[in-house]
């Protein structure tokens, strides 16, 4: 009866301030037939059902509304990529406190909190044998590297406006450096408006009162940083809050570089920031030579909140797209399965108009056009050992030098794709940027790199831009670590002792002037049968006059067909088995196990872009005459400049 009275307490003075079916969530606090884990069940399963009946809508969210707007202890959904994983963090479960003016003891919950709540009249009992630890699991994310501006548009449509916060306003005052003189209060103080105490959950219980000699060494030993916190975004020039997610269940089913949906209680506490100086401090003054790696790795652990909220998780969703225009699982539910049969009605249809398209974006080459769809929509469905199978990356060679050609394709597939991103190959850039994450062992952090992408993220690489210079022994890692994406859709994380396997599922499309140096699996040049004066104007000119529905139809189909399944029936394998047979027979040289394999390849994509689940021996032909057509115009272009392409 005791943990269920600390429950509804917990629940009507925690849940009632998320603004979010608070009066269910209070029925259920009051039913009286449940212990702690299961009002923990109770509570999960009420926002599950909440978005299973799509009200998630009316959840603000944090890649949509500023932090300023939301009220803290809020419920707030997050789209995001878990970017590095904390150490695991334990925290006070339960906790009892003291009521110093009369000695009354209250038991109290710490899930959900940073930081225990107490009156001015209250303080934590540390040494309770009441008291209860437990684990959470931190992750580090930001918002999905390279995600299309019309992905948030259709994301946040529906969403309810929010108005800015003005039931938080913490009594922070400033003063200026004239004023050290001045007796002014502490930050804590300053905070809560009086000295009770505020500890932190998940650590160190600081002293009431210090000292002003204490606080005089304190501020001449602690180092202050005034290097700006790096939010460590994959991509330069991204925007968005990154956050610190703290899971309470089945957090090993995570991992780096997944995308999540969390739904949880926004914490934005400036106490933390005090009781983190006061740490600090303290350390430095034990121990001085000893406290700098550990204050640095506090300051990336416990940064600011106004900058890096935390997000107490109560349900987090593994994404397996971002696309908002086609559900998560689009097989689970009946209406899902109902909308998947119409769309797959009209494929036929819409696959013809992407194919027009993709030609007039490839400047009339049909060719082009469709080896453009079929990499669009392939990715890696399973892996064999070491070798990543269903990745179709593509070299576009014969493009026009300067990269105004690449740059307005670029445009033409952010309009298509969820996540992208434009790299210039160029000297200063394989040189300068960091492709690789690299463990940072000091902060005890990971260092984000171009490289760590979301599954599916598309990456445009323009070689037109490379020029005569010299590689230096960064822009050769990074070479090699685009190659590798490119071969064995893996990244190779740099923990400075050792390196560490990455798996990825990034698709490579590479524009070059004539073979990429990348070795790409595909290579299709580009037979332009027009030439526009400005490719600028007559790319914006195409994208103008695709209304929004046929632009929203083309991005369902690529992102449809990637989810769909796939096979190959006995009599096919045959008849693929007898023309390898022939093919060999006639000219060996004209068929080897790489050809047949990218062969099989471009039969699973054509039937998939048709909208089958199998091949036909129809497509099967379809698909070699689309190679030879290939395979053709390379030999055409070969003799006619009379270089290896």
Same mark, same amino acid.
């Given at each position: 009866?005791?943990?269920?009275?600390?429950?509804? $307490?917990?629940?009507?003075?925690?849940?009632?301030?998320?603004?979010?079916g608070?009066? !269910?969530?209070?029925?259920?606090?009051?039913?009286?037939?449940?212990?702690?884990?299961?009002?923990?069940?109770?509570?999960?399963?009420?926002?599950?059902?909440?978005?299973?009946?799509?009200?998630?809508?009316?959840?603000?969210?944090?890649?949509?509304?500023p932090?300023? +707007? *939301?009220?803290?202890?809020?419920?707030v959904?997050?789209?995001?990529m878990?970017?590095?994983?904390?150490?695991?963090?334990y925290?006070?479960?339960v906790?009892?406190?003291?009521?110093?003016?009369?000695?009354?003891?209250?038991?109290h919950?710490?899930?959900?909190?940073?930081?225990a709540?107490?009156?001015?009249?209250?303080?934590?009992?540390?040494?309770?044998?009441?008291?209860?630890?437990?684990?959470?699991?931190?992750?580090?994310?930001?918002?999905?590297?390279?995600e299309?501006?019309?992905?948030?548009?259709? $994301?946040?449509?529906?969403?309810?406006?929010?108005?800015?916060s003005?039931? +938080?306003?913490?009594?922070r005052?400033?003063?200026?450096?004239d004023?050290?003189?001045?007796?002014?209060?502490t930050?804590?103080?300053?905070?809560?408006?009086?000295?009770?105490?505020?500890?932190?959950?998940?650590?160190?219980?600081?002293?009431?009162?210090?000292?002003?000699e $204490?606080?005089?060494?304190?501020?001449?030993?602690?180092?202050?940083?005034?290097?700006?916190?790096? &939010?460590?975004?994959?991509?330069?020039?991204?925007?968005?809050?990154?956050?610190?997610?703290?899971?309470?269940?089945?957090?090993d089913?995570?991992?780096?570089?997944?995308v999540?949906?969390?739904?949880?209680?926004?914490? %934005?506490?400036p106490?933390?920031?005090?009781?983190?100086?006061?740490?600090?401090?303290?350390?430095?003054? &034990?121990?001085?030579?000893?406290?700098?790696?550990?204050?640095?790795?506090?300051? %990336?652990?416990?940064?600011?909140?106004?900058?890096?909220?935390?997000?107490?998780?109560?349900?987090?969703q593994?994404?397996?797209?971002?696309?908002?225009?086609?559900?998560?699982?689009?097989?689970?539910?009946?209406?899902?399965?109902?909308c998947?049969?119409?769309?797959?009605?009209?494929?036929?249809s819409?696959?013809?108009?992407?194919?027009?398209?993709?030609?007039?974006?490839?400047?009339?080459?049909?060719?082009?056009?469709?080896?453009?769809?079929?990499?669009?929509?392939?990715?890696?469905?399973a892996?064999?050992? %070491?070798?990543? *199978?269903?990745?179709?990356?593509?070299?576009?060679?014969?493009?026009?030098?300067?990269?105004?050609?690449?740059?307005?394709? +670029?445009?033409?597939?952010?309009?298509?794709?969820?996540?992208?991103?434009?790299?210039p190959?160029?000297?200063?850039?394989m040189? /300068?940027?960091?492709f690789?994450?690299?463990?940072?062992?000091?902060?005890?952090?990971? *260092?984000?790199?171009?490289?760590?992408?979301? !599954?599916?993220?598309?990456?445009?690489?323009?070689?037109?831009?490379?020029?005569?210079?010299?590689?230096?022994?960064?822009g050769?890692?990074?070479?090699?670590?685009?190659?590798?994406?490119?071969?064995?859709?893996?990244?190779?994380?740099?923990?400075?002792?050792?390196?560490?396997?990455?798996?990825?599922?990034?698709?490579?499309?590479?524009?070059?002037?004539?073979?990429?140096?990348? !070795?790409?699996d595909?290579?299709?040049?580009?037979?332009?049968?027009?030439?526009?004066?400005?490719?600028?104007?007559?790319?914006?000119a195409? &994208?103008?006059t695709?209304?929004?529905?046929?632009?929203?139809?083309?991005?369902?189909?690529?992102?449809?067909?990637?989810?769909?399944? +796939?096979?190959?029936?006995?009599?096919?394998?045959k008849?693929?088995?007898?023309?390898?047979?022939?093919?060999?027979?006639?000219?060996?040289? /004209?068929?080897?196990?790489?050809?047949?394999?990218?062969?099989?390849?471009?039969a699973?994509?054509?039937? &998939?872009?048709?909208?089958?689940? $199998?091949?036909?021996?129809?497509?099967?032909h379809?698909?070699?005459?689309?190679? /030879?057509?290939?395979?053709?115009? *390379?030999?055409?272009?070969?003799?006619?400049?009379?270089?290896?392409?």
């Amino acid at each position: 009866e005791e943990d269920a009275a600390v429950w509804r $307490s917990h629940v009507s003075a925690r849940y009632r301030r998320l603004d979010y079916g608070a009066a !269910s969530l209070c029925a259920v606090a009051v039913r009286g037939e449940w212990g702690s884990s299961r009002l923990e069940q109770k509570v999960t399963n009420y926002f599950q059902e909440k978005i299973q009946e799509k009200q998630s809508c009316w959840v603000p969210s944090l890649n949509d509304v500023p932090l300023h +707007y *939301l009220k803290p202890n809020s419920l707030v959904r997050f789209r995001c990529m878990v970017q590095d994983m904390f150490d695991p963090e334990y925290y006070m479960g339960v906790y009892e406190t003291v009521n110093h003016s009369n000695n009354a003891r209250a038991l109290h919950l710490g899930k959900y909190r940073d930081v225990a709540d107490c009156t001015p009249q209250q303080e934590v009992d540390i040494n309770s044998s009441r008291t209860v630890a437990a684990e959470r699991q931190t992750f580090y994310c930001v918002p999905v590297p390279g995600e299309s501006s019309w992905v948030k548009e259709i $994301s946040f449509a529906s969403a309810s406006p929010v108005s800015p916060s003005t039931s +938080y306003v913490p009594n922070r005052h400033k003063r200026s450096y004239d004023d050290d003189d001045e007796h002014t209060a502490t930050p804590r103080e300053q905070h809560t408006g009086n000295a009770s105490p505020n500890l932190d959950v998940s650590g160190l219980n600081i002293p009431k009162r210090q000292e002003m000699e $204490s606080q005089k060494k304190l501020q001449e030993i602690a180092p202050v940083s005034s290097s700006p916190l790096n &939010l460590n975004f994959p991509l330069p020039d991204e925007k968005g809050p990154a956050c610190l997610v703290k899971v309470y269940e089945n957090w090993d089913s995570f991992k780096v570089n997944d995308v999540l949906e969390v739904y949880g209680v926004l914490l %934005v506490e400036p106490t933390l920031s005090t009781i983190n100086e006061d740490r600090d401090s303290l350390s430095a003054c &034990l121990d001085p030579a000893d406290s700098m790696d550990t204050l640095e790795e506090q300051r %990336v652990h416990s940064p600011p909140t106004s900058l890096v909220p935390r997000i107490h998780a109560i349900i987090v969703q593994k994404m397996h797209h971002i696309n908002p225009l086609i559900p998560n699982s689009v097989c689970e539910s009946d209406e899902s399965k109902q909308c998947l049969a119409s769309f797959m009605a009209e494929l036929s249809s819409v696959r013809s108009e992407l194919l027009g398209f993709l030609t007039h974006a490839m400047l009339g080459d049909s060719l082009a056009a469709e080896y453009l769809i079929f990499h669009l929509i392939s990715t890696v469905y399973a892996r064999r050992d %070491v070798l990543p *199978l269903g990745k179709f990356s593509l070299n576009l060679s014969g493009c026009p030098r300067n990269g105004i050609f690449t740059q307005q394709l +670029y445009r033409v597939v952010q309009q298509l794709v969820p996540a992208s991103y434009y790299l210039p190959m160029t000297i200063e850039n394989m040189n /300068s940027l960091r492709f690789i994450p690299q463990k940072d062992y000091t902060a005890n952090r990971l *260092l984000s790199g171009i490289l760590q992408l979301s !599954s599916n993220t598309s990456l445009l690489v323009d070689e037109t831009l490379l020029e005569q210079g010299q590689l230096d022994t960064t822009g050769v890692r990074n070479v090699t670590a685009l190659g590798n994406v490119i071969t064995w859709q893996k990244v190779d994380y740099d923990f400075s002792y050792h390196q560490m396997e990455f798996p990825c599922n990034i698709n490579v499309l590479v524009t070059s002037e004539g073979r990429s140096l990348l !070795s790409p699996d595909c290579q299709v040049h580009l037979k332009p049968q027009l030439m526009p004066p400005n490719i600028e104007q007559y790319m914006g000119a195409l &994208l103008s006059t695709v209304q929004p529905s046929l632009l929203n139809k083309f991005r369902i189909y690529l992102s449809l067909l990637r989810l769909m399944d +796939y096979s190959i029936s006995e009599d096919v394998t045959k008849s693929v088995e007898d023309d390898f047979v022939d093919m060999r027979k006639d000219d060996p040289q /004209s068929m080897s196990a790489d050809d047949l394999h990218r062969l099989l390849l471009v039969a699973r994509l054509l039937s &998939l872009s048709s909208g089958h689940r $199998s091949l036909s021996r129809e497509r099967w032909h379809k698909a070699k005459q689309l190679e /030879s057509q290939r395979r053709s115009r *390379l030999q055409e272009q070969k003799h006619f400049s009379g270089n290896e392409l």
